[in-house]
């Protein structure tokens, strides 16, 4: 239950949605625990359904889906895509700074320490953007 509450409530303010519903299989822990989880993963609704075409929830065991259509998952994707691209070229930017011998032996250290540390943080970013994609793209 904490599972589908957790990863529903990070689905929707990554998108940008507000109340929209969940879609699950029949799973005796979540039709126990609805109004709960409704309200804590901010769900209008919450039914059950054999298959959807919504949004899946892959960091739990039970079948679950977010419903949205597919211009809003398409418009979701493409922001993923453009969040990638962005972060690659940072981490181009940097590696290909922190790689010029010259920036290495004539800039402070603290500078060159502040890119190591900027160039570090931009390849988790663009790890975490690959991830959202490859989840939410399948």
């Not at 299989?25 to 804590?40: C, Q, S």
């Not at 079948?63 to 994707?77: H, N």
């Not at 032996?105 to 959202?132: C, D, H």
Request: charged share 30%; net charge positive; aromatic share 4%.
């Amino acid at each position: 239950v904490k599972g589908v509450i957790t990863e529903g409530r990070a689905i929707l303010k990554n998108i940008g949605l507000q109340n929209c519903s969940l879609e699950y299989t029949a799973t005796a822990a979540l039709d126990d625990n609805l109004e709960v989880i409704k309200r804590m993963a901010h769900l209008s609704d919450m039914r059950k359904v054999n298959n959807s075409n919504g949004l899946k929830l892959t960091q739990t065991k039970v079948s679950a889906w977010v419903a949205i259509d597919t211009k809003t998952a398409a418009k979701y994707l493409t922001r993923l895509r453009e969040q990638l691209q962005e972060h690659s070229e940072t981490v181009k930017r940097l590696e290909g700074r922190l790689a010029n011998k010259s920036y290495i032996e004539n800039a402070p250290v603290v500078v060159v320490e502040q890119t190591r540390k900027q160039l570090s943080e931009g390849q988790e970013r663009l790890q975490a953007a690959e991830a959202e994609i490859t989840r939410f793209a399948g």
